[in-house]
């Protein structure tokens, strides 16, 4: 079966560093998305990535090893605006995305 | 503004009503896609329109009837629902289907809650 996982939930401490990690067993692979979504509002698209290695995009920068089947969201310089769910999500053979539990961030002051 | 507008917010139903979700998207996307968000679980996708056409329905139970009317809107009409399907209802929209960086834009929901 088709599968993603990741913690469900983490804490971290305003302007340090966190990394959420997502494994993904699918049938096909056609890139790994990480979505962001606050309570009680939508899911916003932050990244992409198809090839392996590092995207860096402003604090936040998402990381892929096909190979591993392993992914991470390196989130930088916490800010209190960052508690929010974080979802993992893999595009399979036919494109339809599969996606992950979710992770929720809780920022501590 | 997400692009993708939702109504109503909130909806609490008994079983026995039937009422219905709407969604509009003014992005110019061609596909449109209804999930479901129940807590601690993934994203289950429901439905799916690729310009106007049904492309997917996820053996979803028929009390959950969805219509596209044109590419900017989708509705999902609910009835005869039972408690378990009470979550929150995500509509989405996306330029195509089937492409590799098919990146979903997402209305905020519908919480749905069954009596």
């Known amino acids: 079966g088709q599968n993603i996982d990741q913690p469900t939930e983490m804490t971290a401490t305003e302007g340090a560093i966190v990394q959420i990690n997502c494994t993904y067993q699918?049938?096909?692979?056609?890139?790994l998305f990480w979505y962001q979504q606050h309570a009680g509002e939508a899911p916003t698209f932050l990244s992409y990535?198809?090839l392996d290695g590092l995207e860096e995009k402003g604090r936040f920068s998402s990381f892929l090893s096909r190979s591993k089947g392993y992914s991470y969201l390196l989130l930088k310089e916490l800010q209190m605006k960052d508690s929010a769910s974080y979802l993992c999500?893999?595009?399979?053979?036919?494109?339809?995305?599969?996606w992950g539990a979710g992770t929720k961030l809780i920022i501590k002051p | 503004e997400t692009g993708v507008t939702q109504t109503p917010r909130h909806l609490v139903m008994g079983m026995t009503n039937k009422k219905s979700l709407k969604c509009e998207q003014h992005?110019?996307?061609?596909?449109m896609y209804w999930y479901k968000q129940s807590a601690k679980k993934p994203l289950e996708l429901m439905f799916v329109?690729?310009?106007?056409?049904?492309?997917e329905n996820n053996s979803v139970p028929s009390r959950f009837s969805p219509e596209c009317p044109n590419s900017s809107h989708l509705f999902l009409h609910l009835h005869t629902l039972q408690p378990e399907d009470s979550a929150l209802y995500l509509c989405?929209?996306?330029?195509?289907?089937?492409?590799?960086?098919?990146?979903?834009?997402f209305g905020a929901g519908s919480r749905l809650t069954v009596l």
């Open positions: 989405a929209s996306s330029q195509d289907k089937g492409t590799g960086a098919n990146v979903l834009t």
């Open positions: 992005l110019g996307h061609n596909a």
């Open positions: 329109y690729n310009f106007k056409e049904q492309t």
């Open positions: 699918t049938s096909g692979f056609n890139g």
């Open positions: 990535n198809v």
């Open positions: 999500a893999v595009g399979d053979s036919n494109y339809q995305l599969i």
